[in-house]
């Protein structure tokens, strides 16, 4: 998900901490799956899935080719906690990322570790790999679902400049999601305020517009194919992206 500006060996944060965050992770995945009452409204849901992309692309950056990128979560009382990857082909091109995030009356705010470094990389040894972003997000609501969001860097190699600096780069959105036709739709923009890993300066990171649709196979069972447009001036880029959704 982190495109190389510079290659340095130097370690943001110890293999021990991300150990520890895995296993605080699979610790909160539990005891929120053994803490659920089978009669309450707000019982334990798991979704599980995975995108078929022609490229993928993340907020205007080209990252891989063709991809595979599973995800799972699991949600209760707000509370999300969940993990998504991303396997290229050929299989160099290899992501990890796990997220925390609450949700109440249409705000949201979230942790996040994205991890990028390809296939044979060392997940715990090199920790400066390791991306970690905190987000705020509010939508307004289902008659006006304006979403509106705030997402800034706290650790990572990829967050610095030369001189070992951080630059906390921060990536502002919108997106309205919308319908035509039956057919799902929606427009984005991204921004960054300040130079970072996006851009040197106050730039327009992507302009999106989306449309997808869900073909039932049987009463039990979808497919939603998607294509998505992505104009980033940033990057002097343009990428017209197609997937399927399982």
């Known amino acids: 998900m982190i495109?190389?500006?510079?290659?340095?060996?130097?370690?943001?944060f110890g293999g021990g901490k991300i150990k520890?965050?895995?296993i605080s992770f699979l610790f909160a995945i539990t005891v929120v799956g053994y803490g659920q009452d089978?009669?309450?409204d707000n019982k334990l849901t798991v979704d599980v899935g995975a995108d078929f992309v022609s490229s993928y692309v993340w907020r205007g950056m080209y990252q891989a080719g063709v991809s595979l990128q599973p995800a799972l979560n699991f949600s209760m009382y707000g509370v999300t906690i969940g993990a998504w990857g991303s396997s290229g082909f050929p299989a160099s091109a290899k992501?990890?990322?796990f997220y925390l995030s609450y949700e109440l009356k249409g705000f949201s705010v979230s942790i996040a570790d994205y991890w990028w470094k390809g296939e044979g990389a060392s997940y715990f040894k090199d920790a400066g790999s390791h991306h970690?972003?905190?987000?705020?997000?509010?939508?307004f609501s289902e008659k006006f679902p304006l979403?509106?969001?705030i997402n800034?860097?706290?650790?990572?190699?990829e967050d610095k400049d030369n001189s070992d600096r951080k630059y906390y780069s921060t990536y502002i959105s919108a997106s309205f999601p919308f319908s035509v036709r039956n057919i799902d739709c929606e427009a984005g923009i991204g921004i960054t305020p300040r130079k970072g890993m996006y851009s040197n300066k106050f730039d327009v990171v992507a302009i999106t517009a989306k449309a997808s649709k869900k073909l039932h196979l049987s009463a039990e069972y979808a497919l939603?194919?998607?294509?998505?447009l992505i104009f980033s001036p940033a990057q002097d880029n343009a990428f017209l992206v197609f997937g399927i959704r399982f």
Request: proline share 0%; glycine share 4%; aromatic share 8%.
């Open 3 to 12: 495109i190389n500006i510079y290659d340095k060996e130097k370690k943001v």
């Open 20 to 22: 520890a965050l895995i």
């Open 38 to 40: 089978e009669n309450s």
């Open 95 to 97: 992501e990890l990322d």
């Open 132 to 139: 970690l972003e905190v987000g705020l997000a509010y939508t």
């Open 147 to 149: 979403s509106l969001e």
């Open 152 to 157: 800034a860097m706290l650790s990572g190699d």
């Open 224 to 228: 939603a194919v998607f294509a998505e």
